[in-house]
């Protein structure tokens, strides 16, 4: 990230040497020759006007004061500085008595120097300006050029470039006509110097190299070295490190053997400077400290003080703050001792630059204000904006963003007019951060790309990476994933082409933490390694702990908890090393989590315990609270309630008045699970409910690493445990309406699980929305998130500033009062968008208003202690409990397996026959936990089921009917034939008859969705053509479809971040490739052939692909066929969706994965989509999100009803089947759930397909009306 501080800390650490050496040395040498000088001119003088006595004594007495100023001047201290100025003001006094002009002229320059060594620009100005016209007067166009020189010099110091490029150009052709080839070398030397400073790297160098052939031609081996230096500094910038380190390293031997001691250490300090932008810091040390001695030896005190400044400033970077204060420390008494007014102001800087970083704001800003009138006073405004900027680099960090900006915008106009590009740049940059804290990610992307092209203009490619990684930071705030790699991949090139090997590692560290949270942990795991040993390579011991925190962090995501110790053992110490006390205590709590998860309660309270006094100490409260919360749940998982009890009520007081909402929702719930341990039921409802409120509330997912695994992974618990406690409040009390409120509360659950789904998944959802409504909702979104996240740090303060706190509370209502009105907007004008993103579920009233009277609804909700169901109709209501979840899990588990386990080829008539009892003892022992309580009320009703966890992978068609009737009835149903083996059920041995026999069987994710559907659909037109087909695609360059190979090339970053979703996807279901579907093919010709040509659309091969199925030609048809893998993901159910065709004719990869974010985007406004290929994987942990996010995604698309498969059936068993479903629907006009039950009837009356596992596969999803 862009930091204010860094920019200065360089800035400082820039030798000043060239420019202000050579001026120094001309002025010097210009005034020796002129004492020199003075017999010769003395003579002259006699031979035209003989002077009196009077005279020759007034001119000796001048000659005296000349020399006793120089010999002064040339001791180089503050105090010898403003002797030699006295000197020379009585020289100056002589000189003119005697009408001496030259003379004049000279002392004129020499006490212009003075001033201007001294920092006293305008009054440098003043006596080179009278010097000027009397070297002109007197036609001395040496002296002339010399005070053009030295003008444009003062204006080089006073940050106005054009101005002093004026001067220098004034001199040049003096020097050139006088054949001053010395002089000419100085002045290209000069402006090229600006041209530096200006940015405009390569002018620079074209004048330095016209200046180095005319310093060896006149064998003038200073101004070569100085040369030397000077290219060496300019590649130095140019991030050519190995090129500046060419040139200096052939200034060095010259500098050593023309004995120039001072600019020998000039150019060592150099070289330390270039080590350290390398990572090298002992390296740089080595040359600093090589410099240090040398400095003494001459009695250089102002390049002392510099390289003690440059000593401080390696040792601030290596994280040794204490180190570093004190060379800073030594520094600064020396720079006010040899009065280095600027010097002392950028000393004061850097040790606000380490309070900074200390954590001590408030002494950072004490420094900072004692360096900003300093630099005033001695009118360098790059250094005040450059102070300007870190003021508002520690209002930032405060917390004060407003503050920040007013400093921000105080420096940029200075940079602007000083033609600092480069700083304006880092301004622009630092800008943008605080817009992007404030969560005005647009704003922040203004002034990024404000910054960028400077950047480049300036060929500051360290500042242009590190831009374009700002910029990747926002879009990866955006969601914007895809987004985010770009800019992240072209930061990472830059940064290791000018070998910034710290931004390297941040930049590795950034892609691994986008695929870390995209849930590409093996790849997360791939980037932070290549970070690792490179922050131990630059010694950045703090970058070294944070990343393997991170690695930490991916293996307890893993699971991989032994791990997980190992990294977050080898970062505690590091962060003790380098007094971070913050990720000292981070990294405690770390390590107790992953013990308390490992059983290890003790140990875990052994860590616990010692992050909370440095959570403390630090004034991190929310990070207090989390900690005294992580306590109370051991002791509750201990069973020590009371002992419990006290940590959640130290912890809830302080997760209020910090604000963290997600960390006081966890404490809440807690508080109920512990109340409801001890049976007081009331006050555990009260805590739940205030749980939920939080959680429904809550805009985004929680960043925290800390809680990012536990916390919406446990949303659903609170809602179960809300369930639990209203049921059993139920039970004590079955007059009180709790049993229909707890069916309320499930309703919310299903809406609150899809919001946080759609949240985890990414899904940018865009179809039904005004666009501008989108933009004006995402940005309030980001804005309310940054004030709570801003207010929760002021809170955090052990002295929160009041007014702040109160504007930021104000802020946050006003915030809150927009988005109340945005949603009433978007509700009035969006309706099926906002009952996506702003649920209101439906009460029992509400409910049973959308059931008719042939439909009875069973809602479940599965619990850990009990399960619970609801049976309701458009006039009656009860409610029962169930075994628990593990029991209820268990044997739907067993019958899922059954269901799903391969036929063995050639299997005898005997072992055929035993699968099919396998499964149906199955079905029925899962029917008696389900079912039975409410066996005698089922009658011959449609069952409309809404499932929860792993009921949703069971195809309520093939349970058991535990009060079996004949299937009569009128209708459709008087033609039904039960096949011969029952009812006493094949093999006899257990009597079977599936529920499908009497019962049209519907699934709904939940019935508030079904109510949203009809009323967004009410009064539809269907679509005019009947049916769309894509079937059989090319998942693999290795299909013999495929006949050109292409030659091999990269794949986008898209394509392989596809790749990787698809892979992890598979993997969790257990498959560990995509097959060829070659019965697809069969089953979708099988159907085309029941209508003509003109009504129907269809894609195979290379055609089924990505682009057919987001065709917008597809909202032409009525019906729609996918024949191929879908895939249900419950372990990552962002990663559920439906794969088309994957590489191209020529093999070439290819986007093929629809995800969620593809299919609630898409516009399929068909009566019925037909998935007929979907496979999901079967665990403990199937909570059935994966399946509801897909055919959610595809009724919020447009369609009232989905049929899915739950396993992939035999081809043959399901080209019967979908032949027999669309001939109901075609042919005979039947609603697909009346020909699904048809169709499904037809296979279980055939011997060879009387295997539930032929026909069970399929459930219609959504809507049983026939609006077809």
Known sequence: MGSAKSQWVFWCLLPRFTRYSLTLLLSAVMLADAVGATPRNRGLQIAQQPETTQQDATRAAAERFTQEGMQLYQQGTGESLRQANGKWQEALKLWQQVDDKGWEANILLGIGKVYSDLGENQEALKYYNQALPIFRAVKDRGGEATTLNNIGSVYDDLGEKQEALKYYNQALPIRRAVEDKGGEATTLNNIGSVYSDLGEKQEALKYYNQALPIYRAVKDRGGEASTLNNIGKVYDDLGEKQEALKYYNQALPILRAVDDRRREATTLNNIGKVYSDLGEKQEALKYYNQALPILRAVEDRREEANTLNNIGSVYSDLGEKQEALKYYNQALPIRRAVEDKGGEAITLNNIGSVYSDLGEKQEALKYYNQALPILRAVENRRGEANTLNNIGSVYSDLGEKQEALKYYNQALPIRRAVDDRGGEATTLNNIGLVYSDLGEKQEALKYYNQALPIYRAVVDRRGEANTLNNIGRVYDDLGEKQEAFKYYNQALPIRRAVEDRGGEANTLNNIGTVYDSLGEKQE???????????????????????????????????????????????????????????????????????????????????????????????????????????????????????????????????????????????????????????????????????????????????????????????????????????????????????????????????????????????????????????????????????????????????ESPAQLVATTKQQIQDLLKQQQDLKANIRANNFEYAALKY???????????????????????????????????????????????????????????????????????????????????????????????????????????????????????????????PPQGKGEQDQLKLPSPLPKGVGGEVNYQPLLVNHEIVNLPSVTSLATQRQQLKGRKMAPKTIAVLADPVFSANDKRVTEKATKTSSSSDIELERFALQRSLKNINRSGLDRLPGTRQEAEVVLKMVSPSESFQAFDFDANYNFATSKQLNQYRLLLFATHGIFDDINPELSGIVTSLVDKQGKAQKGFLRLNDIFNLDLPAELIVLSACESGVGQEVKGEGLVGLTRGLMYAGSPRVIVSLWKVNDQATSLLMQELYKQILQQDKSPAVALREAQLKLWQQKDWQNPRYWAAFSLQGEWRNNY
């Open 524 to 798: 997360a795991l791939k980037y932070y390694n290549q970070a690792l040993p490179i922050y131990r390579a630059v010694m950045d011991r703090g970058g070294e702990a944070t990343i393997l925190n991170n690695i930490g962090l991916v293996y307890s995501d893993l699971g991989e908890k032994q791990e997980a110790l190992k990294y977050y053992n080898q970062a505690l110490p590091i962060y003790r090393a380098v007094v971070d006390r913050g990720g000292e205590a981070n990294t405690l709590n770390n390590i107790g989590s992953v013990y308390n998860s490992l059983g290890e309660k003790q140990e875990a309270l052994k860590y616990y315990n010692q992050a909370l006094p440095i959570r403390r100490a630090v004034e991190d409260r929310g990070g207090e609270a989390t900690t005294l919360n992580n306590i109370g749940r051991v002791y509750d998982d201990l069973g020590e309630k009371q002992e419990a009890l006290k940590y959640y009520n130290q912890a809830l007081p302080i997760l209020r008045a910090v604000g963290d909402r997600g960390v006081e929702a966890t404490t809440l719930s807690n508080m109920a699970f512990l109340e409801r341990s001890r049976s007081n039921l009331q006050q555990a409802q009260t805590h739940i409910q205030a749980a939920i409120e939080i959680v429904e509330d809550l805009r985004t997912k929680i960043d925290s690493q800390e809680l990012r695994t536990s916390y919406f992974a446990t949303v659903q618990g609170y809602y179960q445990l809300y369930i639990d406690l209203l049921m059993q409040l139920h039970k004590k009390d079955p007059s009180k309406g709790y049993d229909a409120l707890a069916l309320h509360i499930s309703e919310r659950s299903r809406a609150r699980g899809l919001v946080e789904l759609l949240t985890q998944a990414n899904v940018d959802i865009r179809k039904d929305i005004d666009p501008k409504l989108l933009a004006q909702e995402r940005r309030l979104t980001l804005l309310l998130d940054a004030r709570d996240k801003q207010l929760s740090e002021l809170l955090s303060k052990k």
């Open 839 to 965: 649920p209101q579920p439906l009460t029992l009233p509400q409910i049973q208003q959308q059931l008719d009277q042939d439909s009875l609804l069973l809602q479940y909700s599965l619990g850990k202690e009990r399960s619970y169901l609801w049976v309701v109709t458009p006039n009656s209501f009860n409610s029962y409990e169930l075994a628990n979840s593990e029991k209820i899990n268990k044997a739907a588990i067993n019958l899922n397996q059954l269901l799903k386990r391969p036929l063995i080829a050639g299997a005898s008539p005997e072992e055929q026959a035993q699968a099919v009892t396998d499964t149906t003892k199955a079905a029925q022992e899962l029917s008696q936990l389900i079912v039975a309580p409410v066996a005698g009320q089922l009658g011959q009703k449609r069952l409309v089921i809404v499932p929860d966890g792993i009921l949703h992978q069971i195809p309520f068609a093939v349970l058991s009917d535990l009060t079996p009737q």
